[in-house]
């Protein structure tokens, strides 16, 4: 199940409570990221309803799964220091996922012919929104 939302919410409660035929269900969360952490990223009120219980609703659903998995270190650590007030368990797997043996094969070299350019090119390719970072983006292509 995705972060997002508590969608695990009421499938974890059921299994908790020993419900058939959750009993024996085993749960994987995956981390992408909360929906109100990036609402408190992107500067809005996190008290109101139904944000507020949709927030505990997403931290349950960390606690209570079976397997939690993240993308990144850097998600990882997020999650525990700024999201989650218990600490949960969770394993970097990042995506997409590379098998370990094929990392160590050296990548074909780019095309001897490939033009050099002096300037480098930038794309952004994300939602554009403050918790996206580009705000901090455009600010530092201005010191740029």
């Given at each position: 199940?995705?972060?997002?939302?508590?969608?695990?919410?009421?499938?974890?409660?059921?299994?908790?409570?020993?419900?058939?035929?959750?009993?024996?269900?085993?749960?994987?969360?995956?981390?992408?990221?909360?929906?109100?952490?990036?609402?408190?990223?992107?500067?809005?009120?996190?008290?109101?309803?139904?944000?507020?219980?949709?927030?505990?609703?997403?931290?349950?659903?960390?606690?209570?799964?079976?397997?939690?998995?993240?993308?990144?270190?850097?998600?990882?650590?997020?999650?525990?220091?700024?999201?989650?007030?218990?600490?949960?368990?969770?394993?970097?797997?990042?995506?997409?996922?590379?098998?370990?043996?094929?990392?160590?094969v050296p990548k074909k070299e780019a095309s001897d012919n490939a033009?050099?350019?002096?300037?480098?090119?930038?794309?952004?390719?994300?939602?554009?929104?403050?918790?996206?970072?580009?705000?901090?983006?455009?600010?530092?292509?201005?010191?740029?």
């Amino acid at each position: 199940m995705c972060d997002g939302f508590g969608l695990g919410y009421f499938t974890l409660q059921r299994k908790l409570c020993l419900e058939a035929p959750f009993t024996d269900l085993k749960v994987l969360v995956t981390a992408h990221t909360p929906v109100t952490m990036i609402d408190e990223w992107d500067k809005k009120n996190i008290y109101e309803l139904p944000t507020y219980f949709t927030k505990y609703m997403e931290q349950f659903c960390f606690q209570a799964a079976d397997k939690v998995i993240s993308p990144s270190a850097f998600l990882k650590k997020k999650l525990l220091t700024e999201f989650l007030e218990k600490d949960v368990p969770i394993d970097v797997v990042p995506n997409p996922y590379e098998n370990p043996s094929t990392s160590l094969v050296p990548k074909k070299e780019a095309s001897d012919n490939a033009q050099v350019h002096d300037i480098p090119d930038y794309a952004i390719a994300s939602r554009v929104c403050y918790w996206k970072g580009i705000e901090h983006a455009l600010a530092g292509f201005d010191l740029y």
